[in-house]
């Protein structure tokens, strides 16, 4: 049996519920698993035309290893698989808008880790935001026009303390560049 295997049986077997502490080869081939998965969300979401069936198949397979992934190890970590690894599993979390169940598990993971490192807080914010409504830190909307608007915002006068305390700008400055992919596309001459 090898070392990983051994690592996943020993999780299965005692409910571990965090990463080892120790150098293992299990942080670094989930690292690396998180980062490929994060890759083909985005390549899928590339393509021209987008094919949505494949978008949506993509999400789901995503979502549940996401969901294996945490329920064996919790949230990946910073200091255990690396913040490019730990960024991917945001973005998969984010994307599994057809399983709130994932997401739920994501929010109830990250939350106790806001303000130690081992969590991006933007990433949590958009997650929060996208799971809820009203919303919190303004993140989701639409456009109207050439303008974006943001979705109803719980307790709106407080919204920029809350997005500075996730690590976000003012909510004014995002309003002004999210209205950027609402002007039509100008010709190049």
Do not use: N
Not at 139 to 164: F, H, K, L, M, N
Request: aromatic letters at 6%; a negative charge.
């Amino acid at each position: 049996m090898t070392r990983t295997k051994r690592h996943l049986l020993l999780f299965a077997l005692f409910g571990m519920t965090s990463y080892p502490t120790w150098g293992s080869e299990y942080a670094s081939e989930l690292a690396s698993e998180l980062i490929a998965m994060a890759e083909a969300d985005q390549q899928v979401r590339s393509t021209q035309p987008v094919d949505v069936a494949h978008v949506l198949s993509t999400d789901a397979a995503h979502s549940s290893r996401l969901s294996a992934i945490m329920a064996a190890s919790g949230w990946p970590r910073v200091s255990v698989v690396g913040k490019p690894a730990a960024d991917a599993a945001a973005l998969l979390a984010l994307h599994a808008d057809r399983a709130p169940q994932v997401q739920r598990q994501a929010l109830a993971l990250m939350l106790p880790l806001l303000g130690s490192g081992e969590v991006d807080a933007r990433k949590y914010a958009y997650l929060w935001d996208r799971t809820h409504s009203p919303q919190r830190y303004g993140t989701q909307g639409s456009c109207v026009g050439q303008r974006w608007y943001p979705d109803e915002i719980e307790e709106a006068p407080q919204v920029d303390s809350r997005r500075a305390a996730a690590g976000l700008g003012t909510l004014s400055e995002y309003v002004e560049a999210a209205s950027e992919m609402c002007a039509p596309a100008r010709a190049i001459d």
